[in-house]
């Protein structure tokens, strides 16, 4: 921990990720000053998480893409030449070799990322439990102060995420494949949307919407990430291509295309669980609704009463239908539980399904 309780902040940048630290650091009483070039988007935050004036600021986060960096930070160091800095950007190579030409910097300069985010972008939907549960990457100098390095990592623990310490280069490695890739994949899939009919499109059930998700996401911020890490990325669009071929070559040959998808199930697996780990197994619990207001709170007001924990949901409705599927993910003794209670009181509940 530092010797001095972090308690004044400065956040150069109001979007998603630095509104969202702002709004987690206010409310464990940490003034927070918000700052933007976009005016607006400064004012808007600055309202958000009730900003104020930050002297002598302990930490400034440099929370905007890695491309403005280098016509920032040496303004804000001479602002506070005492201060720790840290920035939130998604490529870290990039940030270590320009940072190393500030000798006086350097020591003061914490590269960091966290593993959060939305598809939506803006200081509009920040969320103070952004980084509630999740991973923050810190890929430290050589020749870090330690108390700098302390700092911010009492900031990312004090607002719920977990520090992975890695060099540079293995970090932009993963994330390319666990962040960039799936970005790139989904806005491909979404692409082959584009002149779909009406009719059609309003077949799309959950799958698509998940597989989707995060085709949404800054067209802006997301061709400045893939550029930067463009030669991992590379490689594994090379590999992604190779598979399609062959999944191509393999379309009359039943047996290849299970052991395509055997495959797919084999790498899902291999995705630990939300909090680390092993990923669980889970039983479903399908749930038909009435297509009517209150009724998907009403089943979680009855989780809360049977203290029965909901570790992901999906909803299937079409356009026209009275009636929606509801499916819980539950633990095995918790789907039960709650199972025997909804059908008690009414609800109508079809069979447990596990997950194959």
Known sequence: MSSNPLSRVR??????????????LVQLGVSVEMVDVDKQAQALAGDLVNGTKVENPQLVIMAIPTSQLPLIIEGEFHLNPQSTFMDIGSIKNEVQLYVERFPELLPRFVPTHPMAGREIGGAGAARADLFQGRSWIVTPNQGILGESKNLVSEMI????????EMPAAQHDAAVA????????ISSLLATQLIGSTEAALDLAGQGLRDTSRIAGSDEKLWSEIIFSNREEISTLLINLQSDLENLIESL???AEIEEF??????????IPGKHGGKARAYSFLPIVIDDKPGQLAAIF???AVMNVNVEDFGIE?????LSALI????SDEDSIKLSEHLRSIGWNVHPIRKEK
């Open 11 to 24: 956040i150069v940048g109001s979007g998603l990720i630095g509104t969202s630290i702002g709004l987690a």
């Open 157 to 164: 623990r004090s607002i719920g995420a977990s520090i992975i």
């Open 177 to 184: 494949r666990v962040s960039h890739l799936p970005q790139i």
């Open 252 to 254: 009359d040959d039943p």
């Open 261 to 270: 998808l055997k495959k797919g199930r084999q790498g899902k697996s291999l």
């Open 301 to 303: 007001n009855e989780c």
């Open 317 to 321: 409705h079409s356009p026209g239908q």
């Open 327 to 330: 499916t819980l993910s539950l």
